[in-house]
Structures are given as C-alpha cells and as structure tokens.
C-alpha cells in the first residue's frame, strides 16, 4: 500500500532513553531517533515497507529537548520507495531530507 503522504505529531517523553546518552544535565534528542521517528511513521502506514537504502538531502536545523511536540510529514516522491521527509516544531523545522527503501536486504547510507 502507497501513500502519498501522511503526518504525526509526537511528543519527546523526557524519560526516553533517547535523551540518556546525548547529554547529563543538557538532553537533546540525537538526529538518529528523529530518522527512526520517520522510519516508524513509514512503516504504519504501510509505505516504508523493505530496507532503508538510502538518505540523502538530510539537514538538522534545531535541537530537540524533552517534551517538545514534533510534528512530521512525509510525502511520497515522484519516484517509487522515495519519500520527502519534514519535521517541525511550532513554526520551526528540526529535520528535512528523503528517505529511500528496496527490498533489498543490504542498507547503505548515502552523504
């Protein structure tokens, strides 16, 4: 099942181990944790189905601290398994990129 695009709003639950390692006394939520958050959405929906092959495009704008919302977008690109990814929170953007999925087994993750 495709879908062409599909948003969320999260909230960053302060107890998430996501915020444990990155940093005492000052947590932020790693850039890995926001690309698993779009992942997971893909995944749902029933769009992101196979491996993720590749990332490319992919900027971190702000940091995320503990009990931010974030809402994410993702839309389908005009090519098949790539999808354009947003997060933002309030009226600022946190991560953009695009994401690409194959069925095949190996990942790779492009600059």
Known sequence: MEVSE???SVITEGNSPWFSGHFPNN????GIAQLKMVV???????AGDGCMAGLSRVKFRKI???EEQLDIQVRCDTTKNHFIFKITSGNED??????????NKKTRIHE
Do not use: A, E, Y
């Not at 997971?40 to 029933?46: E, P, V």
């Open 6 to 8: 599909t948003t969320v």
């Open 64 to 66: 995320v601290r503990p």
């Open 27 to 30: 947590p932020i939520l790693p």
């Open 40 to 46: 997971d959405l893909l995944r749902k929906s029933g």
């Open 94 to 103: 946190v991560c953009s990129g695009k994401m690409q999925f194959t069925q």
